[in-house]
């Protein structure tokens, strides 16, 4: 599955990014070249899907593609995927179009969440049988939180919430398609009172895959649950009380302040100034918030301008900055080709 | 003064109906509030010497651990104990977990800590705020220079000691040659201290060390040993490759056998849930590191096995401890190819930095005005390849020659001549490798010897040693087809539909 994802990116970023902008991407890097990327080439969903990936492994896969002759390196590490490449994202297709990633909303919360309901199945397993002592396989404290307010919410009979679980877990298995083996790695992991769960390691040499493959599989289905809570949570019994947590705007530290004075109206000059920033970078992060907040392109171009960009945006199906700015009068700046870009990405 | 026997406390708080050799001695010794050294061997119960305290004493207990992994595992298990006043305040914690337990402190009776905290000075102030009636050192003997550990950062402790207006200190390790034991007395300046001093041999353990003409030979006979005794086993290696092969190797040609390996370079939770699965008795063997081992409490492992021998006796003696902690019969079994020494030899260089390594480092110091000790680290990580243990070794000779204090962390070069401290330190560096060389030259003596490999084991630790119950040593008596041990039932494969194994773990009945 990994390698089907790096292969897809690839093609979205069609050879005008390196091969590093998929591995920030799948680390969530808040920088907006980043977040902006993301946006640009439609790989949202898969922001941040990854964020404890090792460089060396995805080296790794980025050295097996080329090996293949799946996809080509120029000088400065930009790959195409090749004509191989392609028949063979293609026939993965069958198999993994059907993944539930929604990376930019869950890239933070699908962590906690998996940590979360595997500590809990843990916890209830071993209340269910009166056993009090054991050590928890999740070791972190904030989770270890959630599971006991969780539990204090919800005083209910163990067995009667093992089986709620496991009608949850029937319904969201019955309700999606998964790629074969994604329920099972799924299962494995999972620790209880009578069992332990097979570490990442084990299961990649049990279903024969990569470590990094056994990651996707679970997080695919981690964000399936964590949407189908968001969409249906009256059909599920235990499940949406785990995950009722805010989602958050994914911007960087630095563009959420800017965020904060933008919308008490200040403007770019004021709040660079304010903040003893390079009013370049203030519009950088202006940019950023246009993909999630609220941006008016009236406030930052005329209506002329407004359309001559969106109008070699469309004539050129190009997302590159440095040939639409050389298309435009030079009037026009980096600022709002990419602060049109983002908002017509938006309304798509 | 005490309504209850600390016999009471034992049973009240851990379960345990009686002490275990040696416990109840410290603990009264420590209750009485006198310094105290225990040398008690691995698996033999030292943390109730402190746990238990903690429950009585007035005031908090401090403990000095060097190992991150291990002081979580411990916090795990008091927990799940239920005492629930325990904290951890080390580099992993997060900030303001850190900030918010360092502001109460008061409240907690066991504080754990890593060395290197205790250069923080806003914890230090903040530990002085509080009623300390115990200073504990575990892994003492990480405090000598010729502990098989050294760790520079525990020479701190001395000062932080005295600085906490020197409570009474209990000082714990399970392997110390009457040399160490000295040494850990000495630096932290212990003028009375009370030494309980247990014997480390068991009696219940036979040695086996088998030579292999080809290296090849390890493996095979592995196989043939683990399909004939299907019991709890430790494999130990002394690279993580190796481990992971070997295990690749042993699940191939054993897949009867459950096996795993375990390292280091695994991620936290893959890590618990392998421990786990072993304690569990999900697995049957285990092929790891010496990261393996600290903190596991699996009482029933009948077989360690050395693929390679450690680089001194100590390593050895800790390691074949974590066999037969249930007092029942187990075997040591250690493998040993000529070429071995090799292994150990580049092992042992590589701990140490050459000289022409020691030069660039204080070149970079002396060119860049480097004064801040975190700058240097990163650079002499990035030439030595990420060595930490050379680093540390670096930092620990800087700190000696007073170029780097400790405290705030700063290097002053000022007046000092680089070429001399070069020289001087490499001098250091040659007499450690002198040092490490004799120690790796002891354990290939041993196995070497022609003798009774118990008594030559046990000779440079202590005087004589306890009758053993079973089989000695394969020089005395030791024969494969007189070991009987309970072999584990075999386990059949699970095929079963995912929602067959989700009911199960979930334990309900299917509908
Ligand atoms: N008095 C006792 N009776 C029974 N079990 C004990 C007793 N003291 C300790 N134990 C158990 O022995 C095991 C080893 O203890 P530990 O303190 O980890 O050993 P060490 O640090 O010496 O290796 C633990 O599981 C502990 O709970
Ligand atoms: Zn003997």
Same mark, same amino acid.
């Given at each position: 599955?990994?390698?089907?994802?790096?292969?897809?990116?690839?093609?979205?970023?069609?050879?005008?990014?390196?091969?590093?902008?998929?591995?920030?991407? +799948?680390?969530? !890097?808040?920088?907006?070249?980043?977040?902006?990327?993301?946006?640009?080439?439609?790989?949202?969903?898969?922001?941040?899907?990854?964020?404890?990936?090792?460089?060396?492994?995805?080296?790794?896969?980025?050295?097996?593609?080329?090996?293949?002759?799946?996809?080509?390196?120029?000088? !400065?590490?930009?790959?195409?995927?090749?004509?191989?490449?392609?028949?063979?994202?293609?026939?993965?297709?069958?198999?993994?179009?059907?993944?539930?990633?929604?990376?930019?909303?869950?890239?933070?919360?699908?962590?906690?969440?998996?940590?979360?309901?595997?500590?809990?199945?843990?916890?209830?397993?071993? +209340?269910?049988?009166?056993?009090?002592?054991?050590?928890?396989?999740?070791?972190?404290?904030?989770?270890?939180?959630?599971?006991?307010?969780?539990?204090?919410?919800?005083?209910?009979?163990?067995?009667?919430?093992?089986?709620?679980?496991?009608?949850?877990?029937?319904? =969201?298995?019955?309700?999606?398609?998964?790629?074969?083996?994604?329920?099972?790695?799924?299962?494995?992991?999972?620790?209880?009172?009578?069992?332990?769960? &097979?570490?990442?390691?084990?299961?990649?040499?049990?279903?024969? =895959?990569?470590?990094?493959?056994?990651?996707?599989?679970?997080?695919?289905?981690?964000?399936?649950?964590?949407?189908?809570? !968001?969409?249906?949570?009256?059909?599920?019994?235990?499940?949406?009380?785990?995950?009722?947590?805010?989602?958050?705007?994914?911007?960087?530290?630095?563009?959420?302040?800017?965020?904060?004075?933008?919308?008490?109206?200040?403007?770019?000059?004021?709040?660079?100034?304010?903040?003893?920033?390079?009013?370049?970078?203030?519009?950088?992060?202006?940019?950023?918030?246009?993909?999630?907040?609220?941006?008016?392109?009236?406030?930052?171009?005329?209506?002329?301008?407004?359309?001559?960009?969106?109008?070699? +945006?469309?004539?050129?199906?190009?997302?590159?900055?440095?040939?639409?700015?050389? +298309? &435009?009068?030079?009037?026009?700046?980096?600022?709002? =080709?990419? &602060?049109?870009?983002?908002?017509?990405?938006?309304?798509? | 003064?005490?309504?209850?026997?600390?016999?009471?406390?034992?049973?009240?708080?851990?379960?345990?109906?009686?002490?275990?050799?040696?416990?109840?001695?410290?603990?009264?010794?420590? %209750?009485?509030?006198?310094?105290?050294?225990?040398?008690?061997?691995?698996?033999?119960?030292?943390?109730?010497?402190?746990?238990?305290?903690?429950?009585?004493?007035?005031?908090? /207990?401090?403990?000095?651990?060097?190992?991150?992994?291990?002081?979580?595992?411990?916090?795990?298990?008091?927990?799940?104990?239920?005492?629930?006043?325990?904290?951890?305040?080390?580099?992993?914690?997060?900030?303001?977990?850190?900030?918010?337990?360092?502001?109460?402190?008061?409240?907690?009776?066991?504080?754990?800590?890593?060395?290197?905290?205790?250069?923080?000075?806003?914890?230090?102030?903040?530990?002085?705020?509080?009623?300390?009636?115990?200073?504990?050192?575990?892994?003492?003997?990480? /405090?000598?220079?010729?502990?098989?550990?050294?760790?520079? @950062?525990?020479?701190?402790?001395?000062?932080?000691?005295?600085?906490?207006?020197?409570?009474?200190?209990?000082?714990?390790?399970?392997?110390?040659?009457?040399?160490?034991?000295?040494?850990?007395?000495?630096?932290?300046?212990?003028?009375?201290?009370?030494?309980?001093?247990?014997?480390?041999?068991?009696?219940?353990?036979?040695?086996?060390?088998?030579?292999?003409?080809?290296?090849?030979?390890?493996?095979?006979?592995?196989?043939?040993?683990?399909?004939?005794?299907?019991?709890?086993?430790?494999?130990?290696?002394?690279?993580?490759?190796?481990?992971?092969?070997?295990?690749?190797?042993?699940?191939?040609?054993?897949?009867?056998?459950?096996?795993?390996?375990?390292?280091?370079?695994?991620?936290?939770?893959?890590?618990?849930?392998?421990?786990?699965?072993?304690?569990?008795?999900?697995?049957?063997?285990?092929?790891?590191?010496?990261?393996?081992?600290?903190?596991?409490?699996?009482?029933?492992?009948?077989?360690?096995?050395?693929?390679?021998?450690?680089?001194?006796?100590?390593?050895?003696?800790?390691?074949?401890?974590?066999?037969?902690?249930?007092?029942?019969?187990?075997?040591?079994?250690?493998?040993?190819?000529?070429? @071995?020494?090799?292994?150990?030899?580049?092992?042992?260089?590589?701990? %140490?930095? @050459?000289?022409?390594?020691?030069?660039?480092?204080?070149?970079?110091?002396?060119?860049?005005?480097?004064?801040?000790?975190?700058?240097?680290?990163?650079?002499?990580?990035?030439?030595?390849?990420?060595?930490?243990?050379?680093?540390?070794?670096?930092?620990?000779?800087?700190?000696?020659?007073?170029? %780097?204090?400790?405290?705030?962390?700063?290097?002053?070069?000022?007046?000092?001549?680089?070429?001399?401290?070069?020289?001087?330190?490499?001098?250091?560096?040659?007499?450690?490798?002198?040092y490490k060389q004799k120690k790796m030259y002891q354990m290939i003596d041993w196995i070497n010897e022609d003798e009774c490999r118990r008594a030559a084991l046990y000779k440079h630790f202590q005087a004589g040693f306890q009758q053993p119950e079973n089989m000695c040593c394969d020089y005395c008596d030791f024969m494969w087809q007189n070991w009987q041990p309970k072999m584990i039932d075999s386990n059949k494969i699970q095929t079963d539909a995912w929602h067959v194994k989700?009911?199960?773990?979930?334990?309900?009945?299917?509908?």
């Amino acid at each position: 599955m990994f390698q089907y994802i790096i292969l897809y990116c690839l093609n979205n970023l069609n050879g005008e990014r390196s091969v590093a902008n998929i591995y920030y991407l +799948l680390k969530g !890097k808040k920088s907006t070249q980043t977040i902006q990327d993301s946006y640009l080439y439609n790989l949202t969903e898969f922001f941040g899907v990854y964020r404890s990936i090792a460089r060396s492994n995805f080296n790794r896969v980025i050295d097996e593609l080329a090996e293949l002759n799946y996809i080509s390196i120029s000088g !400065k590490a930009f790959a195409t995927v090749n004509h191989e490449g392609q028949q063979n994202l293609a026939q993965l297709d069958s198999e993994f179009q059907n993944t539930y990633f929604k990376g930019m909303t869950y890239e933070k919360h699908a962590p906690q969440f998996l940590a979360t309901f595997i500590l809990l199945i843990q916890t209830v397993t071993n +209340l269910h049988i009166k056993k009090s002592r054991f050590i928890p396989v999740i070791d972190n404290g904030s989770i270890q939180t959630n599971v006991k307010n969780f539990l204090q919410n919800k005083p209910l009979d163990m067995s009667v919430l093992l089986r709620d679980i496991y009608d949850d877990l029937r319904q =969201i298995f019955s309700t999606a398609s998964f790629p074969d083996f994604s329920i099972d790695i799924f299962v494995d992991y999972l620790t209880s009172a009578n069992e332990i769960g &097979l570490s990442q390691q084990q299961i990649a040499l049990k279903y024969n =895959i990569s470590k990094e493959d056994v990651h996707f599989h679970l997080f695919n289905i981690i964000h399936y649950i964590l949407e189908q809570m !968001k969409l249906a949570p009256a059909k599920y019994k235990v499940l949406p009380y785990m995950s009722n947590q805010r989602q958050d705007l994914s911007l960087t530290d630095s563009a959420m302040v800017t965020y904060n004075y933008y919308g008490k109206g200040y403007s770019i000059k004021e709040i660079a100034g304010t903040r003893d920033l390079k009013e370049s970078t203030v519009q950088d992060h202006i940019v950023e918030i246009a993909y999630v907040g609220e941006v008016k392109w009236s406030d930052h171009m005329s209506d002329e301008e407004y359309s001559m960009i969106k109008k070699a +945006l469309v004539q050129t199906n190009t997302k590159q900055l440095k040939t639409l700015k050389e +298309l &435009l009068p030079d009037f026009i700046t980096y600022f709002q =080709i990419k &602060l049109v870009i983002a908002l017509w990405h938006k309304n798509d | 003064m005490y309504d209850f026997s600390i016999e009471d406390y034992l049973y009240k708080f851990f379960g345990y109906r009686s002490f275990r050799t040696g416990q109840k001695e410290i603990i009264e010794s420590v %209750l009485a509030g006198n310094n105290t050294l225990a040398v008690l061997p691995t698996g033999s119960g030292k943390s109730i010497c402190y746990q238990l305290p903690a429950m009585i004493m007035e005031g908090s /207990i401090l403990v000095i651990s060097p190992l991150l992994s291990l002081m979580t595992d411990q916090i795990k298990e008091i927990k799940s104990f239920g005492l629930k006043d325990v904290i951890a305040i080390n580099s992993m914690t997060p900030k303001h977990e850190k900030s918010f337990s360092m502001r109460n402190l008061q409240k907690y009776k066991l504080i754990f800590t890593s060395p290197e905290m205790l250069q923080n000075t806003f914890f230090i102030n903040k530990l002085k705020n509080i009623h300390l009636s115990l200073f504990v050192v575990d892994e003492a003997h990480c /405090i000598s220079q010729w502990g098989y550990e050294f760790r520079p @950062d525990y020479l701190r402790l001395t000062n932080v000691h005295k600085e906490l207006e020197s409570p009474p200190v209990l000082a714990l390790t399970a392997t110390a040659t009457p040399e160490v034991q000295h040494d850990i007395i000495q630096s932290l300046q212990l003028k009375v201290c009370n030494k309980y001093i247990y014997p480390m041999d068991k009696p219940n353990l036979s040695f086996v060390v088998k030579k292999v003409p080809e290296i090849a030979d390890k493996k095979s006979d592995i196989v043939d040993t683990l399909r004939e005794f299907r019991v709890p086993t430790m494999i130990y290696f002394s690279s993580r490759k190796e481990a992971e092969n070997i295990s690749a190797y042993l699940q191939q040609e054993l897949p009867q056998l459950r096996t795993a390996f375990y390292h280091g370079g695994l991620d936290s939770t893959d890590r618990l849930l392998i421990q786990q699965q072993f304690m569990a008795n999900q697995l049957d063997v285990i092929c790891c590191t010496s990261a393996f081992g600290m903190g596991i409490n699996k009482i029933d492992v009948r077989l360690v096995i050395h693929y390679h021998a450690p680089a001194q006796l100590e390593s050895f003696i800790q390691e074949v401890g974590r066999a037969g902690r249930d007092g029942k019969e187990s075997v040591s079994l250690l493998y040993f190819h000529d070429t @071995d020494q090799h292994i150990s030899r580049r092992l042992i260089d590589s701990e %140490l930095p @050459d000289i022409l390594l020691i030069k660039r480092a204080l070149n970079y110091v002396l060119e860049n005005n480097v004064t801040k000790l975190s700058e240097l680290e990163e650079y002499f990580l990035m030439i030595s390849d990420n060595n930490e243990i050379q680093w540390r070794f670096l930092q620990y000779q800087l700190e000696v020659r007073d170029v %780097l204090k400790v405290n705030d962390e700063t290097i002053n070069v000022g007046t000092v001549d680089t070429d001399n401290l070069t020289s001087s330190i490499n001098e250091s560096a040659l007499q450690r490798l002198v040092y490490k060389q004799k120690k790796m030259y002891q354990m290939i003596d041993w196995i070497n010897e022609d003798e009774c490999r118990r008594a030559a084991l046990y000779k440079h630790f202590q005087a004589g040693f306890q009758q053993p119950e079973n089989m000695c040593c394969d020089y005395c008596d030791f024969m494969w087809q007189n070991w009987q041990p309970k072999m584990i039932d075999s386990n059949k494969i699970q095929t079963d539909a995912w929602h067959v194994k989700l009911a199960s773990k979930l334990m309900i009945k299917e509908a």
